[in-house]
């Protein structure tokens, strides 16, 4: 599938690059012979022909004449005189395609006076908020897409650039949120926003998943094509990323009435040209479908809050609000899926019908770049993993360890003499905050991972809102026992919740998930243990829930 879509990208970009250019720059208007043009005195004079020579000059080599010691003073309109036919001799002489532009005085070029005066792009202040309320104005070009700007605060924040920062443009009176797409400009998008609402800077890690896992996002039942009847899993990338094929979604939506509180169950498919809705049952005919949205001038949204606010059926709400709307509630069309895959699934597709191969270049412009830095960023390791051996340091020499048992006896031997080091250290030593008995309990506040005393709501909000991405997770203390912390982990758009409880062994307090078979002497370990074994887990940790202060 990715050398499908490659093939199409590639195809998209050489497109233009196909068409032959004339001399001039210009594409040819109509196939006419080179040589004859028709003309007012004749249909198609014959031109006379031109020798090779003539026909491609080339600038000659000028003789240069020898430098006297002695000094001669030359009038200055003479100088230049001579500098000017100095300069045109070596000039190929190219004919002017526009005489009546020119006049008998004037050459055919422009003049330093001529061009028009240079005028510096205009800026804008742009104010942009964090998930924690802090905020902070940014100049910006008129012309800064969206990627830009998320690349700038990324750098004043200090923050780590992994193509996964995005820029949501919030209205809160409408209870509505979008990503923007990286390639949107900031100034454009501004213009159409309300007085309340703000741009918000945030993680959103599922912006170009299903890029990566298509089938996560499409359920069988949803697809249909409009053209061809032979579609598979596969394929529907390359079909929504091609414009001459018409994918379309298809399935039951419940649908706010344009000026009342009531929703009603349609059965509603998504094409190019539109949202529509079946008057009769779920029939596609063209006399029973009704377009509620376009896709030109408009934009899909997400509901915040749709139950509170729009007394929606579920909590999958999206809406497909026209750019021209700012804070009116009455054409805003409002729809609500029965889970959130389903959500997913009409909000992609919609970005893909809207934009096609743009979202393919926004994804693949950070890979590229990635791959022309990586041998310069990352470090190079001399030795493999796989040649990493086990060394005795216990004599005066170091020795390698070439007998499984005894490596695995002398790695166990040093896990238990740290432990008594530790425990030597909690008895003699002092409780001050630096104590290790005090600092594993303490040392997980300072990682971006950690929430501190969140509820379990605001967990679930953190985590919907960055993407519902395999993997994506964070730490947080419990509510129900003050000693136990709580790990928030999504997998497969669902949210789990799994309690980490402390535990002693040897007078010493440990962190286990899986009562008491895995201990870890701090968040931190359990955290890095997690992220390379699923261990208990339905899927490793991969991406942390963060919030950045600007």
């Not at 109509?30 to 005195?41: C, L």
């Not at 009769?280 to 949204?301: C, I, M, W, Y």
């Not at 992609?348 to 791959?371: C, D, E, V, W």
């Not at 789990?496 to 007078?507: M, R, S, T, V, Y």
């Amino acid at each position: 599938m990715n050398a499908s879509l490659e093939s199409l990208y590639s195809a998209c970009n050489m497109q233009s690059d196909t068409v032959p250019l004339l001399q001039n720059g210009q594409h040819p208007q109509h196939p006419q012979h080179p040589r004859s043009q028709p003309t007012a005195s004749g249909p198609w004079p014959l031109q006379p022909q031109v020798s090779p020579r003539q026909r491609v000059q080339r600038s000659q080599p000028v003789h240069i004449l020898a430098v006297r010691s002695k000094m001669k003073l030359v009038p200055l309109g003479r100088l230049q005189e001579e500098d000017q036919q100095f300069r045109t001799s070596s000039l190929p002489a190219i004919p002017n395609p526009f005489p009546e532009l020119c006049g008998p005085g004037s050459p055919p070029v422009l003049t330093p006076g001529s061009f028009p005066p240079s005028q510096a792009a205009p800026k804008q202040d742009v104010k942009v908020f964090s998930e924690d309320g802090t905020s902070k104005v940014v100049e910006i070009l008129a012309d800064m897409t969206a990627r830009d700007l998320c690349q700038l605060l990324v750098y004043k924040s200090h923050c780590v650039d992994d193509n996964s920062w995005t820029l949501v443009e919030h209205h809160p009176h409408l209870g509505l949120e979008r990503c923007l797409e990286d390639h949107e400009l900031v100034v454009q998008v501004e213009g159409t926003m309300a007085s309340e609402s703000k741009f918000l800077f945030r993680k959103n890690y599922a912006k170009y998943e299903f890029f990566k896992n298509p089938m996560n996002f499409f359920p069988e039942q949803m697809v249909t094509w409009c053209h061809q009847s032979n579609g598979s899993q596969t394929q529907l990338l390359q079909n929504f990323l091609n414009s001459s094929s018409c994918p379309e979604i298809q399935g039951f939506l419940h649908v706010k009435e344009l000026g009342r509180k009531s929703w009603k169950k349609l059965y509603v498919c998504l094409r190019r040209s539109g949202l529509y809705c079946s008057t009769k049952g779920t029939s596609k005919e063209p006399r029973h479908l009704q377009l509620l949205a376009d896709l030109e001038d408009s934009n899909v949204f997400s509901l915040i809050a749709g139950k509170k606010q729009y007394s929606a059926p579920t909590d999958h709400g999206l809406c497909i609000k026209p750019n021209k709307v700012r804070n009116e509630t009455k054409e805003l069309r409002l729809l609500c899926a029965e889970d959130e895959q389903s959500r997913a699934c009409w909000m992609t597709a919609f970005r893909l019908l809207k934009y096609g191969m743009l979202l393919y270049q926004n994804y693949r412009i950070p890979q590229q770049r990635k791959a022309l830095l990586s041998p310069f960023s990352t470090p190079v390791r001399s030795v493999s993993e796989n040649s990493l051996v086990a060394m005795d340091f216990s004599g005066q020499t170091g020795r390698v360890i070439e007998n499984p048992a005894e490596a695995q006896s002398a790695a166990l031997e040093e896990g238990h003499a740290w432990r008594k080091r530790s425990m030597r250290m909690n008895i003699l030593g002092s409780q001050s905050p630096l104590h290790p008995s005090t600092l594993s309990t303490v040392i997980h506040r300072t990682q971006h991972w950690f929430h501190g005393r969140i509820t379990r709501e605001e967990s679930h909000r953190l985590i919907k809102q960055q993407g519902l991405v395999d993997g994506l997770f964070l730490l947080r203390d419990s509510q129900s026992n003050p000693k136990a912390f709580v790990l928030t982990l999504c997998h497969h758009q669902k949210i789990k919740n799994f309690q980490i409880l402390p535990c002693e062994d040897d007078g010493q307090t440990f962190f286990s998930l899986d009562d008491g078979n895995t201990k870890f002497s701090d968040l931190i370990q359990l955290v890095d243990f997690y992220q390379l074994n699923k261990g208990v887990l339905p899927c490793k940790l991969k991406h942390h829930c963060t919030r950045v202060a600007l």
